[in-house]
């Protein structure tokens, strides 16, 4: 089991000071600026309209751009997997179910996203539902294959992981690169001895594969055994041991973070952000890190935990909850989140709709897909909606509590 895809979902008493910034009574930072308001008449003029000279052809109006084209959404059923199969459906952001299929129990942790599909393995087979609803394999892969496969970005490509142990509890870890008409290459190979870490691994490990980007396969090396029991954020505060390796070269670049501030979330430039944590496990600052130097860093209240942070451009939208909620047996803390955008440059940051809202993406007209988890009846239901980020507006996407695996 790969716990990474337990949750990766995401309160008030949130402070982010830094760069001239205060917080105001909510908690959430703001700056504050001097305003000066000139007393007098208004300096705007509005003119009248004059009349074009007879027979002089009116100008041609200029056709209003095309609204942007719903983007594909992959979801799974993962809450759900107490029989053989499972569900994995492709949504489009405007709420149409555009392909649906049940898949095989063992293909839990493998669920992927490529251009307008989803991606799995089921008995050593790569096998893609594509939005059309047709189901097609892809590859056979090694049995010892280990979580998620992603996809180059044009799609004619895909990476996984395996993992393999010998008597001594030594585990083997290898990256694979295979494409359509290509053998499977071998990307990287280490193991991983629990008797003798490496400085840059957890003791025993794995790889975990995040996505396949413009910079190269991004990747953790993923604590192997146990689980978040239901602390904050889960396994994405195990992203300690984080990469991107170039899968023509093979060589792979760390990215600087560390047990106390593991990767949330990264930009397209390939900044990420982190929330270090602090020695009573609760979230004292938001850094960001570009070429594995801490280019900012925003100080917040240690009450909380952060996590899910998804960057667009200079914005980012993150979630943060009570650093006392969760844990085993305590009630779920996902209705307790809260949403946050900040400019990553200045600090400024202000919460973003009603509680319980944690960010997915950014969808390419500046809206958030989001997940808004509730409680009703005594138990927590999740809908995958979408956030105008000037309002905080909701437009509800899929009403069944579903994973989001990402955009396709």
Known sequence: MNPRRLTLLVATGLVVTGCGATANALGTPTHVTSTHVASGPDT???????????????????????????????????????????????????GEVLASTQVPKDAQWTIGTGPNAAYWVTGGKLQRLDEHGAVATLATVPRT????????????????ATTSHDARSVITNRLYRGGIGQPARLIAERTADPNHPNADTPGPWQYYLLSWTAQGLLIERQPVGGCGCGTPFDMQMSAAYSAFIDPATRNATPLGTSASCPMSGIGADGTLACFHVSSTGASDSLRLINGAQTTHRYQLSGKTAGGDATFNGSTLAYATVPSTAGGCGAPDWRPQATLHLMDAQTGDARSLGRAGLAPVAWL?????????????????????????????????????????????
């Open 364 to 408: 390419s007209d500046g809206s958030i897909l989001a997940t808004l988890s509730v409680v009703r009846t005594g138990s927590t239901t999740s809908s995958v909606v979408v956030v105008d980020p000037a309002t905080g507006g909701l437009r509800t996407v899929f009403d069944r509590s579903f994973e989001v695996v990402g955009l396709a």
């Open 145 to 160: 294959e280990a979580g998620r496969v992603v996809l180059s970005p044009d799609g004619s490509q895909w990476a996984y």
């Open 44 to 94: 705007l003029t509005l003119a009248h309209p004059t009349a074009a000279p007879a027979g002089t052809p009116a100008p041609a109006a200029t056709p209003a751009s095309p609204p942007p084209k719903p983007q594909v959404v992959v979801v799974a059923d993962q809450g759900n997997v107490s029989g053989a199969t499972f569900e994995v459906a492709l949504l489009s952001s405007a």
